[in-house]
């Protein structure tokens, strides 16, 4: 078993270039796009969308992601040894929790996902691997084609994230400013899933691979 993770979908956002409309509730192949991104996100224990209420930018909704997982437990933190543990052996500790909570439900996740509402072509295979890539590294990132850090799209240690955000004030923070210098895992795939709709012309993108 690999990784056990929860994501954390943001759907906030004012899409301009596509005249103000409301970016995640945009159909591609007739499913909403925060519909596929949740449903891309099977394997995880929990997902919570942070919508377009919460302002700040991508830090502060990340913050506000895992206020909510905390609330609910979903993201218990985890004593600094096993904290460690999950990161080299991200498998056993998968299984212990697995063992004691049902899956899907499981409280105390080691791992969160961070993603775009706006990912039409994002699979649950993606995501198990960017799962698979984490152990000995603090994230885990897809690239593009000119190897840029999709950082909308990606996997991180939550207790990673919890030391970078404490004592910071989210609001305004860039997210490449908080990851910054932390290890992590570069992964590239042709089927481009961390590929975003920002334009009328990339929606129309979606809309030709998905049918192909």
């Known amino acids: 078993m690999g990784t056990l993770y929860a994501a954390i ?13 409301d970016k995640p509730a945009i159909t591609v192949g007739g499913i909403p796009l925060v519909d596929r991104v949740r ?17 700040g930018g991508p830090v502060a909704a990340l913050a506000a992601g895992l206020r909510l997982l905390d609330a609910d437990g979903s993201a218990a933190p985890q ?7 999950a ?18 439900s499981g ?4 791992a969160v996902a961070l993603l775009a509402a706006d990912l039409p072509l ?6 198990d691997a960017l799962a698979g890539a984490l152990p000995d590294h603090d994230g885990a990132l ?32 860039p997210l490449r400013r908080l990851v910054a210098g932390l290890r992590i895992a570069e992964l590239a795939d042709p089927a481009e899933p961390w590929f975003d709709c920002d334009t009328p012309e990339q929606l129309a993108e979606a809309e030709r691979r998905l049918r192909a």
Request: with cysteine; proline share 6%.
């Open 9 to 21: 979908i943001l759907a906030g956002g004012s899409a301009r270039r596509l005249g103000g409309q």
């Open 39 to 55: 449903a891309a996100c099977a394997h995880a224990a929990r997902v919570v969308v942070v919508g377009p209420e919460r302002q």
């Open 79 to 85: 004593p600094q040894a096993a904290a460690q543990a």
């Open 87 to 104: 990161r080299q052996d991200p498998g056993h500790t998968a299984a212990a929790q697995a063992g004691t909570h049902p899956e899907g």
């Open 107 to 110: 409280p105390g996740v080691g």
């Open 122 to 127: 994002l699979t649950t295979g993606a995501l």
């Open 142 to 173: 897809y690239i593009d084609g000119q190897g840029r850090h999709q950082l909308l799209c990606g996997m991180w240690w939550i207790e990673v994230l919890r030391e970078r955000l404490a004592g910071v004030d989210p609001d305004g923070m």
